[in-house]
């Protein structure tokens, strides 16, 4: 007995349960989109995070890896409890061809399972849908849940993609998006700090007042929020 699994998101990285070979390649059809919400790994209820999903697109291929487990009924089925529960919010399982680099035209393994999503939002309640980069972006900076951040599921996606070989470009976009949004946020934080301080030294000719220099010593917090 033989079961064979696809990989396109964090299972590429970290599979999380026992398998006996591990083979890199794609499936043709599908490709990865960020439209799936994430509510106990990444994300929490309240603030969900955004996570990989695939999306049918004739002529589009996804890079990933495919899990071989070998050995009879229950070491399939634990690693499919397992499977499961880790993506809870995909709610179909699909069967697909998967190819390996050096023969791109013949299936190297049929039958492959992959996790995938129903795109509608009435009857998966965790489908999110697209939105502007900009939009999930700012989500995906700010997500946080029991398993981590938001931000390093999709970077540690763009690091597995660069490993094996085949990065991608929409993945590579949001993750430089959400680098800038991250910036941005740490620039914010810094600015009305330092504008404070110039306005201090700004007003002291006009009001007769002593220089920032003299203020600072007798205002230990003002001292703290610039360190």
């Avoid at 996570?51 to 009924?73: H, M, N, Q, S």
């Avoid at 996606?157 to 910036?183: Q, T, W």
Wanted: charged share 25%; with cysteine.
């Amino acid at each position: 007995m033989v079961m064979w699994v696809f990989g396109y998101g964090s299972l590429v990285w970290n599979p999380g349960f026992h398998y006996d070979e591990k083979v890199l390649g794609f499936i043709k059809g599908y490709k990865r989109v960020f439209d799936l919400a994430c509510i106990d790994h990444r994300g929490t209820p309240e603030h969900p995070a955004r996570t990989c999903t695939l999306e049918k697109a004739e002529e589009a291929i996804c890079w990933g890896a495919a899990f071989c487990v070998r050995g009879g009924p229950e070491k399939e089925r634990l690693a499919m409890e397992y499977l499961e529960r880790r993506e809870c919010e995909y709610d179909l399982k699909t069967c697909v061809d998967f190819y390996k680099e050096d023969d791109p035209l013949k299936p190297a393994v049929t039958g492959v399972i992959v996790f995938t999503s129903t795109p509608d939002k009435v009857s998966n309640k965790y489908y999110l849908g697209p939105a502007p980069l900009e939009d999930m972006a700012r989500q995906i900076a700010t997500a946080n849940g029991p398993c981590g951040n938001n931000r390093d599921y999709l970077f540690l996606l763009e690091k597995a993609m660069h490993d094996i070989g085949h990065e991608e470009d929409y993945v590579i976009e949001l993750a430089n998006e959400v680098r800038k949004v991250l910036a941005e946020s740490s620039t914010k934080k810094v600015s009305p700090v330092k504008e404070s301080i110039a306005s201090r030294v700004a007003n002291k000719s006009k009001n007769n007042v002593p220089t920032a220099h003299q203020i600072l010593p007798h205002h230990p917090e003002a001292v703290a929020t610039t360190i």
